[in-house]
């Protein structure tokens, strides 16, 4: 194909194949567990008015919708921010470090070989 004999465009293709994710699964976990009780929250807030606008509904300012539904959104945003700054360690970890540097975008294995040829 005409396309990936140029070269610029060769260089663009090989740096998309050697592009890693920000977040591991680990971190996509706790996300989904923070969306959740976000969610909940949210759920557990909603309702309690009336049908009526000239009657008062005092289930508005139940326990569930002032204390427990603000409660869970706020734990479900201290699992985001869990997730965001949770790193890895272990197995999920080593696959950065042994891949790429991302610094030089060199492989590990190159870097040090160009050290021991100098």
């Not at 090989?14 to 976000?38: H, L, P, S």
């Not at 734990?75 to 991302?102: D, H, R, V």
Request: glycine share 8%; proline share 5%.
């Amino acid at each position: 194909m005409k396309f990936f004999n140029e070269p610029h465009l060769q260089e663009d293709h090989a740096t998309k194949e050697q592009q890693t994710f920000v977040f591991r699964k680990a971190n996509y976990k706790w996300m989904f567990v923070g969306i959740g009780f976000i969610v909940l929250g949210y759920l557990l807030m909603a309702g309690g008015g009336s049908d009526d606008p000239n009657v008062f509904n005092p289930e508005i300012y139940s326990w569930r919708r002032i204390r427990l539904a603000p409660a869970l959104v706020l734990i479900g945003l201290g699992f985001q921010i869990y997730a965001i700054l949770y790193k890895p360690k272990g197995k999920e970890a080593g696959l950065e470090s042994e891949s790429m540097n991302t610094a030089t975008k060199i492989p590990n294995a190159a870097k040090h070989k160009n050290r021991k040829q100098r």
